[in-house]
């Protein structure tokens, strides 16, 4: 699943990037802390499919949708 | 002189820390076409250069391009003695991925580098510390704790730097081989966990905040009480400066023309140099305000939650969260709301938020809308028995100015090739913790926001004032209507006539090209009357007197709201995008669409 469909509360790690991303945008992405393994968290959703919030690392970021649904996720559940 | 070079992360708190080591001078180096400013202050025998805060060295933006390049060629300099890294101590994860790109360049050209973690005093309110000598050994060069707003270890390292402690300190490389992007994230992170503290104390606050701010009822509500008081400010707290700058404007005109008698050069310093660069000085004081309240709304960490609200409806219209401060300081002038464009993360929408950004409603339409208003609008009529008429025609001519704007932003993000929207960079902010904003980054920034918008538009307002100046009046001793501005009038009557307007008009908007209030002055002397900006009233009664239907009026406004009829505000899109056919061709493209609207409000209404 992709990092636009973790709900609110809800805590995920990071499986990997798009493939066909720009480099240049997967690098930063990757130096952002959107990096396999690493822990996020969704903080919160917006009203009409805003950007969300989520936590990664000591950070708080904030995403619109066409770079949350680039981003793979892997929940709890679906490890074990 | 020798150099210290300052680098960080944005929102590390190295603006502040740059102040407390150089004092109150600085030169601001700013380069044509991007968005990188350099600082730089003295601080006794060094210069330090502050670079704009970056993320990575692997860059993503052209202005980010401009900015490492930069920085590479200021380490390789013989004069840099020192790197200067900063971090933020209470986030010490995410600052080490740029400090350790940072430290490999200063290696790679066998220069010195020292870390500081900034924000000591927060960590050590959380009860944490942080094991510097550790860190130290990790990382191969000294780390440094210190508060640039406490000023918790400042004289410390400021006599660090003097005595030049760091070269005590041999140029090694970190405990880590550092290749790929991922060893670089990764050490990052084992660091971090050894030595940060606990990120979720440090996240609780800001998110407690957040709770609120960006609810999607109540931050809504803060949101428009937050817009309202940037709105209060540029036009209401603005006002006696604004007046202030008038007087002192108008003091200084009578002190200087009592010396030299009545004659050319009298009027030439009361209308050219007083009247027509003068009256664009009045504007100062407001763009310096409205860059207060931004700094205060940016330095606090509310513009990234602003940006975030609105985000979604902006980008309907090909647009990012982040064109929406310069947007909103367009309503005072184009010229700050063009460089605060420089923001924004897509060189895409930056653009096309700059190309849009003259069709918002800036405060030197108002004598225009004022006067126009009052022609058509008796002053005591209520819309459902409440809403002031003319008041809400404002409101109208407010909201046609921002629809055009989203409209023509539309169609731009449409018409533009998608090829460039590969490499563009999404829409991520960082959320960065609430803080309360210091005074001294604050203080340059406003000083510096008056002393460029001088710089910008002077030097075009004063050629654009002389020149109108000298075309109305010459030949001497003729009247307006007889001097060569005037007779050019007569030559273009027939432009103007298709819109239902007279060579008066005509001469008036040809003036205003200068800076439109002017339109007011100008058209209160063709109707023979002196000071008609005092008396907007008389000058309506006149006008009304004189009968201008109602669909040439309509349409006159409309041409106000949509022409971009500001040569300062063309020299600054010049200066910003780097392009000159551009910038004319924006202020050609505007002018014939005016024309257009003015030309089919006329015919139809």
Known sequence: MTLWELNKGETANVSHLWEHLDDSVSTRLVEMGFETDQNITCLRRSVFAGPLVIQIGDCVYSLEQKIAEQIFISTQETIS | ?605
């Open chain 2, 1 to 605: 002189m020798k150099k210290i070079l300052l680098v960080g992360k944005p929102n590390c708190g190295k603006s502040l820390l740059f102040n407390q080591l150089t004092g109150l001078r600085q030169k601001v180096a700013n380069y044509p076409g991007v968005t990188v400013e350099i600082k730089s202050g003295r601080m006794a025998e060094y210069e330090i250069i502050d670079f704009p805060g970056t993320y990575s060295l692997n860059t993503l933006s052209i202005d980010e391009k401009v900015a490492v390049e930069q920085l590479t060629s200021r380490v390789k300099d013989e004069e840099t003695e020192l790197v200067v890294c900063v971090l933020d101590a209470t986030r010490l994860e995410r600052s080490l991925v740029f400090a350790l790109q940072a430290q490999q360049l200063a290696i790679k050209e066998n220069k010195q580098i020292v870390f500081v973690l900034n924000f000591i005093d927060e960590v050590k309110r959380f009860g944490h510390n942080i094991d510097l000598d550790g860190l130290s050994r990790e990382l191969g060069a000294p780390v440094y704790a210190l508060s640039a707003r406490s000023l918790d270890g400042i004289a410390e390292f400021k006599d660090a730097l003097l005595t030049a402690e760091y070269k005590n300190f041999p140029v090694q490389a970190p405990r880590a081989p550092l290749e790929t992007t991922k060893q670089f994230v990764d050490f990052s992170r084992s660091l971090a966990k050894t030595y940060a503290m606990n990120k979720d104390v440090v996240l609780r606050n800001q998110n407690r905040v957040d709770t609120f701010l960006l609810n999607s009822f109540l931050g809504g509500f803060a949101f428009l009480a937050i817009m309202f008081v940037l709105f209060q400010s540029i036009f209401t707290w603005a006002t006696p400066l604004m007046d202030g700058v008038e007087t002192i404007i108008a003091s200084f005109a009578g002190f200087v023309t009592q010396f030299t008698g009545e004659g050319v050069v009298t009027d030439f310093l009361n209308d050219a140099i007083f009247g027509g660069v003068g009256s664009f000085l009045v504007f100062v004081p407001q763009i310096m305000v409205l860059t207060f309240v931004i700094g205060l709304l940016e330095d606090s960490g509310y513009l990234a939650r602003a940006a975030l609200i609105c985000h979604k409806p902006l980008s309907y219209f090909g647009l990012s969260g982040r064109s929406f401060i310069p947007y909103l300081s367009g309503h005072a002038c184009a010229i700050p709301a063009i460089m605060a464009a420089r923001t924004i993360e897509s060189p895409r929408k930056r653009l096309i938020t700059m190309l849009t950004i003259p069709l918002m409603s800036c405060s030197a339409r108002l004598p225009v809308y004022a006067l126009l208003v009052s022609v058509f609008i008796p002053s005591d009529q209520y819309f459902l028995g409440f809403f002031n008429m003319q008041g809400l025609t404002f409101f109208g001519l407010y909201m046609f100015g921002i629809v055009t704007a989203l409209i023509i932003s539309a169609l731009l993000s449409h018409s533009k090739s998608t090829e460039q929207e590969q490499s563009e960079m999404p829409f991520i902010i960082e959320l960065p913790s609430y803080r309360l904003p210091h005074w001294k980054p604050l203080y340059h920034r406003v000083i510096n926001s008056g002393q460029q918008f001088i710089k910008r538009a002077a030097p075009v307002i004063f050629m654009v004032a002389v020149g109108i100046w000298v075309l109305g009046y010459f030949p001497l001793n003729a009247s307006l209507e007889e001097s060569w501005l005037g007779s050019i009038g007569h030559f273009i009557e027939p432009v103007f006539a298709p819109l239902g307007l007279d060579w008066r008009y005509g001469i008036a908007i040809l003036m205003s090209f200068l800076a439109r209030e002017v339109f007011v002055g100008a058209l209160g002397t063709l109707y023979g009357m002196e000071g008609a900006d005092e008396n907007i009233a008389g000058l309506a009664q006149n006008i009304m007197n004189d009968g201008l239907p109602l669909g040439t009026g309509i349409g006159l406004l409309l041409f106000y709201v949509v022409a971009l009829q500001c040569v300062a505000t063309v020299a600054t899109l010049k200066a910003e995008t780097g392009n000159a056919k551009l910038s004319w061709g924006l202020y050609a493209a505007y002018g014939i669409l005016a024309y257009i609207l003015a030309f089919l409000a006329n015919t139809f209404i």
